[in-house]
């Protein structure tokens, strides 16, 4: 059964960093395109970043030059090292994997952690 669990979410101040981590099984990780999104509470879930199985990665404009994501494929993990976190950045934090089979693109969802910065 494919799983991803997110672990590493929390309560930080303004300025400060958090470092998520995304752990995958059930699916050959290395194939899969892997992200990160996150949904404030009323808003629309958007996307955070993103990294391909060649490592390839985009951003949303939001948190360029703040966040890193990564992923190490020996762990079947994926990470997201947030700095100079703002209290916007205030959401649960999911963490997504699809890739394309038969023509269409299969996805799969964490249950997410919730990311609070907060004086």
């Known amino acids: 059964q494919v799983q991803l669990v997110e672990s590493g979410g929390g309560l930080v101040q303004p300025g400060g960093s958090l470092r998520l981590s995304c752990a995958a099984s059930?699916?050959?990780?290395?194939?899969?395109?892997m992200g990160w999104y996150r949904q404030a509470p009323g808003k629309q879930r958007e996307l955070v970043a993103l990294?391909?199985?060649?490592?390839?990665?985009n951003y949303a404009d939001s948190v360029k030059g703040r966040f890193s994501i990564s992923r190490d494929n020996a762990k079947n993990t994926v990470y997201l090292q947030m700095n100079s976190l703002k209290p916007e950045d205030t959401a649960v934090y999911y963490c997504?994997?699809?890739?394309?089979?038969?023509?269409?693109?299969?996805?799969?969802w964490g249950q997410g952690t919730q990311v609070t910065v907060s004086s």
């Open positions: 059930g699916i050959v990780f290395s194939i899969y395109r």
């Open positions: 997504n994997g699809d890739r394309v089979v038969g023509g269409n693109t299969m996805k799969y």
């Open positions: 990294i391909t199985s060649g490592r390839t990665t």
